[in-house]
């Protein structure tokens, strides 16, 4: 038996998913879209069933890729049975979506969720009677306890053996508005609203949105995730990750090396040198990247995106950021994006599927890139710069910033189109459930395995290939006299910068050995900085927004990122650095 | 008296008019804000989104969306 879970978003659909499939699921792409949906499979009663996680959708007209996506699925009714999720808090606007559902004359039943906050907050309904009226079975449920779900299994064991009729025959109007009208009469007989001093949450809910109070905690919020990010992610790598690679995996697998009689093909998979970082060969260094560098930072990140997500926090956070993000071409949405690709580059890539038009990918994807060094790349640059006063490393993240800020400012201004605006549902804040919360880490760091890993491996096959072909060679060549008589940069440093882009936050000290002068470091470092995405990124943003969108947004970097290099250059000189 | 939303004070207020195409008309009213639907101000920011509550739940709307919808106070 094939069932659908359907719902408006936020109604807690994933956490009924995960109820009844237990916590193994696969995660499939939607093809052609960027949207992700779930299917897993549950024993009911003695019935087999296969459960289809569908995006969540406010109503058939919506026009979100994610909303589309649902429809088709659910309008192909290619399934058995549709359960359709409600939010007993807001009822009402949940009640439109169903009546939409109900007129498809599909088999369906209701679950309304959050019976017990709703109680708490002083809602009553009256499920009986809202069966009665709409003609289909209404099941209260809390789902993060699996309470309700008995009668679930019993509805569901009922409909397999066609001993009740599940598909409802009240008559529904067709257009939108007088569907609201009927849902207000529904409402005024099944639900009633006592009023009841605010809960804890609903008083947080006030302050964290209330203007005065909202943007400092917002502020602070921000510098604490970024802080457990960094936190999580140096110790994984430190105390885990890096010993695990240097004293277990290299060792092991140095040991195959003189397998192979090829030196050629020696170095693509081993690598030149044995340096896990420089070799640039298959297993070590491809594997150093996806799993010592990225994969800890990757995990550290959607720890705390998954919790800021559970709570109910990221779409106040869209609100304090929208004036802002505006004035840049951008809605609040696309802030979170660029927070995350502080951190790094490629879970703050993955994030913006969340914005819908491509405009705002394009811009959010060149501001992130040039904006936000991700935490290694941050790293290294302090501590190459720590020899000289605090005010240069001060004046560098000043001068990215302001670069950022000025290439999306004209980006606005040339791109078709305006910023889309933000609209946006403010769901009430919820304490996050712990299992749900790991299921959607594994979930997302078997897709970080599944689509970077792969990627950042090939680009290092590629990488060796361009360099047999003495391709990397020509490329620094071709560039070392422009270093030296644009950037007026060392040429020799020409080789690091045509690999660079490879593993970014070490190039950055591959510098040091040159001995270059304040002002160079800080020109050569702001090059490797913006020039181009490292290759993990590369590889994530091409899947992600497209290859003509991730070329153009590519271009853009590289393209401002010699303007403004230029610039920096004669800047520093002229204030006599 | 009738305001945009933008400036309108938080309170209770009924939607009199939106002005706009029937892209945003259909956005909106799948979120329950259409002509003649009663909808609560809760706060707003300057030159920001505002927040309203409808239907019982609570939505946020982009600054020059807010501009677009004509209210008037309910009392």
Redesign the interface.
């Known amino acids: 038996m094939k069932i659908i879970l359907t719902g408006n978003p936020n109604v807690g659909k994933s956490v009924v998913f995960s109820k009844l499939c237990g916590y193994e699921a696969i995660s499939s792409n939607y093809s052609g879209t960027t949207v992700d949906i779930l299917i897993g499979k549950a024993k009911i009663g003695n019935c087999d069933c296969e459960i289809i996680d569908v995006p969540g959708v ?2 058939f ?3 979100s890729v994610a909303e589309k996506v649902a429809s088709s699925i659910i309008k192909k009714g290619d399934y058995d049975l549709i359960i359709n999720i409600l ?1 007993a ?5 949940n009640l ?1 979506f169903a009546l939409e559902l109900l007129s498809l004359r599909k088999p369906t039943i209701f679950l309304v969720n959050k019976y017990d906050i709703a109680r708490n907050r002083g ?1 009553n309904i009256d499920f009986e009677k809202l069966s009665k009226i709409l003609n289909v079975a209404v099941i209260p449920i809390i789902a993060t306890i699996g309470w309700g779900f008995d009668v679930l299994e019993n509805e569901i064991k009922n409909f397999s053996f066609k001993n009740k009729n599940y598909v409802s025959d009240v008559s529904i109007p067709p257009n ?2 007088d569907k ?1 009208k009927m849902i207000g009469q529904i409402i005024s007989k099944v639900e009633k ?1 006592e009023h009841k001093h605010p809960t804890f949450l609903e008083k947080l809910e006030v302050l964290t ?3 005065s109070m909202a943007i400092p905690f917002g502020i602070i919020v921000i510098i604490a995730s970024f802080w457990i990010v960094r936190f999580i992610g140096e110790g994984l790598i430190n105390n885990f990750f890096d010993p695990i690679f240097n004293n277990y995996y290299y060792p092991l697998i140095d040991k195959f090396r003189n397998l192979i009689s090829s030196d050629l093909l020696k170095n693509i998979i081993f690598g030149k040198n044995p340096v896990a970082m420089e070799g640039f060969g298959i297993i070590t260094t491809g594997i150093y990247v996806s799993f010592v560098v990225v994969l800890p930072y990757v995990f550290s990140f959607y720890i705390v995106l998954g919790f800021l997500e559970d709570i109910g926090y990221l ?1 106040r956070l ?3 950021l ?2 802002f993000s ?1 004035k840049i071409g951008l ?2 949405y696309s802030g979170i994006p660029l927070i995350m690709g502080l951190g790094c580059k490629v879970p703050g890539i993955f994030s913006l599927r969340i914005l819908d038009s491509n405009r705002d990918k394009i811009i959010a994807a060149s501001l992130m890139l040039l904006i936000a060094p991700c935490i290694p790349q941050t790293a290294m640059i302090i501590s190459v710069l720590s020899k000289y006063s605090i005010i240069y490393t001060f004046l560098f993240f000043l001068y990215l910033f302001a670069v950022g800020i000025i290439t999306s400012f004209i980006l606005n201004k040339i791109l078709k189109g305006s910023s889309s ?8 804040y919820h304490i996050p459930v712990l299992k749900n919360m790991l299921f959607k880490l594994k979930i997302r760091i078997i897709q970080f395995l599944k689509d970077a890993v792969p990627a950042v491996i090939g680009g290092i096959f590629l990488i060796n290939i361009l360099d047999i072909l003495g391709f990397i060679e020509r490329i620094s060549l071709f560039f070392a006299p422009f270093f030296k008589n644009i950037f007026s940069l060392p040429p020799e440093i020409s080789s690091i910068i045509a690999i660079g882009f490879l593993k970014k936050d070490v190039s950055i000290t591959f510098l040091v050995p040159f001995n270059l002068s304040l002002i160079e470091l800080m020109v050569s470092s702001f090059f490797l900085v913006t020039y181009l995405p490292c290759l993990a990124s590369m590889m994530v943003l091409r899947k992600e927004i497209g290859n003509k969108n991730s070329f153009y947004v590519m271009c853009i970097n590289f393209v401002v990122s010699l303007i403004f290099t230029f610039l920096f250059s004669i800047l520093l000189k002229f204030f006599g650095v | 008296m009738e305001k945009n939303l933008y400036d309108a004070p938080a309170a209770k207020l009924r939607v009199l008019k939106i002005l706009g195409g029937s ?1 945003l008309l ?7 804000i ?1 002509e003649g ?1 009663l909808i609560e101000k ?2 707003g ?5 505002v ?1 309203v509550k ?12 807010s501009l677009k919808i004509i209210v008037k106070e309910e009392k």
């Open positions: 406010y109503s007209e919506g026009e939010d808090n807001s009822l009402e606007r439109l809602i939108t508005l609201w609203i949105t209330t203007p779409p869209a609100v304090i929208d004036r505006h809605h609040g605006d933000l609209f946006i549902e403010i769901p009430p | 892209n259909k956005k909106l009213s799948v979120m329950g259409y639907s809760k706060l920011y300057k030159e920001g989104p927040i409808v239907k019982n739940s609570e939505v946020a709307i982009g600054h020059s969306m």
